[in-house]
């Protein structure tokens, strides 16, 4: 059997600065991270991320961020649909120290994958549903791109 993917659509989302919520030896760097605008663009789609989106994170001691952003999108047709895109980021072991201190490295050093689900509110978007989807991103300090690819087949 042979997997393809297919990329589906792209979010470009602006992001405000984490707000570090705690951070200890045990548990990590628990930091929200608001997201303040952004846009779908997408084959024969286009929308807006709709406000209040947040990025809920941990960074664990051993440097492995787990990821849990939750957002909702408002297409152009007015039809809408809700994001939960739960997964990792993580770097090379040589700069485990400076993503503790919530250093945000150049993307290309990161892997950033999520698996993400969708509640969708219209017939029309039943193909979001019908199919299973990865998302890899790219990170910088105020932007985030999330690139959503169907697996096929």
Partial sequence: MTINLKEKFQIHVNVD???VVGQDEVSGRRQLIRVISGEL???NLHGTVLPGAIDSQIIRPNGIC???A???VLLSDNTSFYVENNGIRTAPE???EKIKQGFILPSELYYFCTIPTFEIYSPKLNWLILRKF???G???ITQ??????EIEM
Avoid: D, Q
């Fill in 41 to 43: 663009i997408g084959e």
């Fill in 138 to 140: 790219k990170k910088t």
């Fill in 94 to 96: 040589e700069y485990l």
């Fill in 70 to 72: 939750r957002f909702g």
């Fill in 134 to 136: 990865i998302c890899l």
């Fill in 66 to 68: 787990e990821i849990s």
């Fill in 144 to 149: 985030v791109e999330l690139s959503y690819y």
């Fill in 17 to 19: 600065i984490p707000i």
